[in-house]
T-cell receptor
Framework: GEDVEQSLFLSVREGDSSVINCTYTDSSSTYLYWYKQEPGAGLQLLTYIFSNMDMKQDQRLTVLLNKKDKHLSLRIADTQTGDSAIYYCAVPLSGGYNKLIFGAGTRLAVHP | KAGVTQTPRYLIKTRGQQVTLSCSPISGHRSVSWYQQTPGQGLQFLFEYFSETQRNKGNFPGRFSGRQFSNSRSEMNVSTLELGDSALYLC????????????FGPGTRLTVL
């Protein structure tokens, strides 16, 4: 079945760039998503990318997609302490309409 | 525009009881999906409803059920609660098109004692 993998932890210094990586198995997915979850909160949709794109930029966020390697990354420029959260990569299951398969989440810790 | 709302936000039950959680989607959205989030299993899809019909189902036992009303509000029910059902239950709404954006509510935290 579909599988989504992420590294579990990333620590960066405030002001540096953060890069969170994700790999997936279902090559037929047309959208790929990044969600953010802060402590005690629900999921916030950060950004998404169509599978026919290689890159999408949205203010401090840059999403890169390598379809051949089934690799997705999220770059956060000028990382701030408010960016500390868990970031989830999510992929819709083929033919599954709104059934999203989530990675385990990457905990981003930003330190001064 | 109001976001997805879930009630109650917190719930404590004991083993063997049943529970009903409610989700109100964003106005105009016709699809509601439910997810269970636990530290051990992460985020797992429960089911999706569209126009009052269950359109998709995850791998959960029959104790987990749901329904959707004509105004798109949805409820999920868990019967004969087990300790392992303790989790954050998240609801997401969307227009219902294939692979469109889903917007999540704050979740209901269920604790089973």
């Amino acid at each position: 079945g579909e599988d989504v993998e992420q590294s579990l932890f990333l620590s960066v210094r405030e002001g540096d760039s953060s890069v969170i990586n994700c790999t997936y198995t279902d090559s037929s997915s047309t959208y790929l998503y990044w969600y953010k979850q802060e402590p005690g909160a629900g999921l916030q949709l950060l950004t998404y990318i169509f599978s026919n794109m290689d890159m999408k930029q949205d203010q401090r966020l840059t999403v890169l997609l390598n379809k051949k390697d089934k690799h997705l990354s999220l770059r956060i420029a000028d990382t701030q302490t408010g960016d500390s959260a868990i970031y989830y990569c999510a992929v819709p299951l083929s033919g599954g309409y709104n059934k999203l398969i989530f990675g385990a989440g990457t905990r981003l810790a930003v330190h001064p | 525009k109001a976001g997805v709302t879930q009630t109650p936000r917190y719930l404590i039950k004991t083993r063997g009881q049943q529970v009903t959680l409610s989700c109100s989607p964003i106005s105009g959205h016709r699809s509601v999906s439910w997810y269970q989030q636990t530290p051990g299993q992460g985020l797992q899809f429960l089911f999706e409803y569209f126009s009052e019909t269950q359109r998709n189902k995850g791998n959960f036992p029959g104790r987990f059920s749901g329904r959707q009303f004509s105004n798109s509000r949805s409820e999920m029910n868990v019967s004969t609660l087990e300790l392992g059902d303790s989790a954050l239950y998240l609801c997401a709404s969307s227009w219902g098109l294939e692979k469109d954006e889903q917007f999540f509510g704050p979740g209901t935290r269920l604790t089973v004692l």
